[in-house]
């Protein structure tokens, strides 16, 4: 097969798409890495209700987790149960 500048304009697409990707990929680990340090390692979830009505609400017991836990329920049969970890 014969190289011929399409070839040549093609495999320099390929190459410069690689490296935008790549340093793009670098740029958002070093942000991920950057925003966990700013929230000291810890993870937020927001939650929003689609009905505006609703109020979300948890219970977080004070003290360590506890020695035991049950899942009780329609559908936690498979579920995985373990330990949460532990508040450094």
């Given at each position: 097969m ?9 495999l320099?697409?390929v190459?410069?798409t ?14 991920d ?7 000291g390692?810890?993870?937020q ?10 109020v979300?609400s ?9 020695e035991?836990?049950?899942l009780?329920g329609?559908?936690?049969?498979h579920l ?8 450094r």
């Amino acid at each position: 097969m014969q190289a011929g500048p399409a070839k040549d304009v093609f495999l320099k697409d390929v190459q410069d798409t690689f490296a935008r990707i790549w340093k793009r990929g670098n740029e958002l680990a070093a942000e991920d890495k950057a925003e966990d340090a700013d929230a000291g390692g810890r993870e937020q979830i927001q939650l929003v209700a689609s009905d505006p009505d609703v109020v979300i609400s948890f219970d977080v017991p004070d003290g360590p987790p506890p020695e035991h836990i049950t899942l009780e329920g329609e559908g936690t049969e498979h579920l995985v149960r373990r330990l949460p970890r532990r508040r450094r």
